[in-house]
């Protein structure tokens, strides 16, 4: 499945398989259903959410969550939006996970998957990075997002890191910088 990881969003919202107008891959949780010790779970709040341009309509759950096949920190438990109709995800995305900071007094926050494995123990810090390679050059390494750390290995020097204090109580990782400048 594709999703999009979204600083600017809370929930984990993901086309499920009763999604009349999906046009990609769905989230199959029939099969989760079916076992007796499934981890899939309805709730009862149904409900719409809206993110920029993409209006939704679904349910809520609850699931154990991975971001690939073979991840070994599974965020178990975790509250997402079952889509069963939507308007304005494009055909190639499946979902959104929103990647927010959380910490704002003026919002409701949904359940963040960050915060989720950092409460479970599955990472130590609250922090994620993401590489993104030159998707123009076939032979590039492939973009990724480390979860838990940051890989220093992708950088000319670890001691070149800086790290950005975000504003306290603020939902979308805000800060005021006057300037960058990227060099060789």
């Given at each position: 499945?594709?999703v999009?990881?979204?600083?600017?969003?809370?929930?984990?919202?993901?086309?499920?398989?009763?999604?009349?107008?999906?046009?990609?891959?769905?989230?199959?949780?029939?099969?989760?259903?079916?076992?007796?010790?499934?981890?899939?779970n309805?709730?009862?709040?149904?409900?719409?959410?809206?993110?920029?341009?993409?209006?939704?309509?679904?349910?809520?759950?609850?699931?154990?969550?991975?971001?690939?096949?073979?991840?070994?920190?599974?965020?178990?438990?975790?509250q997402?939006?079952?889509?069963?109709?939507?308007e304005?995800?494009?055909?190639?995305?499946?979902?959104?996970?929103?990647?927010?900071?959380?910490?704002?007094?003026?919002?409701?926050?949904?359940?963040?998957?960050?915060?989720?494995?950092?409460?479970?123990?599955?990472i130590?810090?609250?922090?994620?990075?993401?590489?993104?390679?030159?998707?123009?050059?076939?032979?590039?390494?492939?973009?990724?997002?480390?979860?838990?750390?940051?890989?220093?290995?992708?950088?000319?020097?670890?001691?070149?890191?800086?790290?950005?204090?975000?504003?306290?109580n603020?939902?979308?990782?805000?800060?005021?910088?006057?300037?960058?400048?990227?060099?060789?």
């Amino acid at each position: 499945m594709r999703v999009i990881f979204d600083t600017g969003s809370d929930w984990l919202v993901i086309e499920g398989v009763n999604c009349t107008n999906c046009e990609n891959n769905t989230y199959d949780f029939t099969d989760e259903l079916l076992k007796e010790e499934g981890s899939f779970n309805w709730l009862e709040k149904r409900g719409e959410r809206r993110y920029g341009s993409a209006y939704l309509k679904g349910r809520e759950a609850t699931d154990t969550v991975c971001l690939t096949k073979n991840e070994t920190t599974c965020a178990s438990n975790f509250q997402m939006f079952i889509i069963d109709y939507q308007e304005g995800i494009d055909s190639n995305i499946d979902g959104i996970l929103g990647l927010s900071s959380g910490g704002s007094s003026s919002v409701t926050t949904g359940p963040l998957y960050i915060n989720a494995l950092k409460e479970q123990g599955l990472i130590s810090n609250r922090v994620f990075a993401f590489f993104f390679s030159n998707f123009l050059d076939e032979d590039a390494a492939p973009s990724y997002v480390d979860i838990g750390y940051f890989d220093p290995s992708s950088m000319s020097s670890v001691n070149d890191l800086v790290w950005l204090e975000v504003l306290p109580n603020d939902f979308w990782w805000t800060n005021y910088i006057e300037g960058i400048m990227f060099t060789n």
